[in-house]
């Protein structure tokens, strides 16, 4: 799936089982929600935390991916296309980094 077919698809899924898109400052506050989830995961799964048995049922890819639609659905709502705007994003990091990475004493 491209990003554009995953916008139009979470599009198409909120007009039929969500009724309407919450409001953006409501789907800020999911997003941010979200990524705690994802960061509870990874702080136990792979940081120094020490992973709690209920924590060990908690799917880390389900998790990014309610991150991922919720992101599409503030893109939509927002008219951003974000197929567009990681392109850009990457032309950026692209010419601001083209050295910076390769050259830091901290990567080798």
Request: hydrophobic content about 35%; charged content about 35%; overall charge neutral.
């Amino acid at each position: 799936m491209t990003i554009e077919e995953a916008q139009s698809t979470v599009d198409k899924w909120i007009k039929e089982y969500g009724v309407r898109y919450f409001n953006e400052l409501t789907n800020m506050a999911m997003l941010t929600e979200e990524v705690g989830e994802v960061a509870r995961i990874i702080a136990r799964r792979y940081g120094e935390q020490s992973e709690k048995p209920k924590d060990k049922e908690k799917n880390l890819s389900d998790e990014m991916a309610d991150v991922l639609f919720v992101l599409i659905c503030l893109a939509n709502q927002t008219g951003v296309d974000l197929t567009k705007a990681l392109t850009k994003n990457l032309e950026k990091k692209t010419n601001r980094d083209a050295e910076r990475h390769k050259t830091s004493p901290k990567l080798k």
